[in-house]
């Protein structure tokens, strides 16, 4: 099986397009999201009908479960309380009750997703170094897993000490838990603006880390033109 897996989208419809065009060209067998559908962009409703519609697999991030009331809004820096508020009012009731209904984990055929950590889930830690990837290894049962959370793609690896990786291709040994962060679609953090996302050969046990160039501009311009911080146009186009 071949698997595209996608994360934090972030509202960012004009760069989920790009990447699931390009999935769909590659002849991925199954799309899986790890979370963040909403937040930020001015697209969430569409970006979640197009996740919904496209992904076999789907965990809630905290943007998500914000969205939804379940995680008050205090708790996120202003920019991203000013877009939760607004994306909350522009949200469907159904959409409100797909994103409740998300769970935090999800185990797949010998792999697992997570947004940001198996170990609390519901706390949305994140991962950036290895002492909290050792931390996330101590809960994480299956061989395989992928997340999101920070934007920034890397692999961990449950050796000792835990080493990491920000190789573009590698093969996991499945003898090693490994840990994945698949980027962000829309919104990367590691000052390469194009969006991200992870593909996944079990047969071979490769890990590609893609990235696809998209409108940047007219996804900057939904958000100005929504009355949304023009922060978050500004930072598309620097990729952080």
């Not at 992904?55 to 708790?75: E, K, R």
């Amino acid at each position: 099986m071949r698997y595209g897996v996608i994360g934090d989208i972030h509202g960012n419809l004009e760069a989920l397009q790009a990447v699931l065009a390009e999935l769909e060209a590659a002849g991925v067998d199954q799309v899986l999201c790890v979370g963040d559908v909403v937040g930020y962009g001015a697209d969430p409703e569409a970006c979640l009908h197009l996740v919904e519609e496209r992904c076999s697999g789907l965990v809630g991030g905290n943007h998500d479960v914000a969205a939804t009331g379940q995680n008050p809004l205090d708790l996120f820096n202003p920019y991203a309380r000013r877009a939760l508020e607004w994306t909350v009012g522009h949200l469907s009731s159904g959409a409100h009750e797909t994103l409740a209904r998300l769970p935090l984990t999800a185990q797949m055929n010998g792999f697992a997703l997570v947004h940001s950590s198996f170990f609390a889930p519901e706390r949305f830690d994140y991962i950036f170094a290895p002492s909290q990837a050792r931390v996330c290894f101590l809960k994480q049962e299956a061989p395989l897993a992928f997340f999101g959370h920070t934007h920034i793609p890397i692999a961990f690896f449950h050796t000792d000490p835990i080493t990491f990786s920000g190789e573009v291709e590698l093969t996991v040994d499945p003898e090693t838990k490994t840990l994945i962060n698949v980027g962000s679609v829309g919104q990367p953090r590691d000052e390469d603006a194009r969006a991200c996302y992870v593909l996944y050969d079990s047969e071979t046990r490769t890990v590609s880390i893609r990235r696809v160039t998209y409108d940047i501009e007219r996804a900057a311009k939904r958000i100005t033109d929504a009355g949304l911080p023009e922060i978050l146009a500004e930072r598309l186009f620097l990729g952080r």
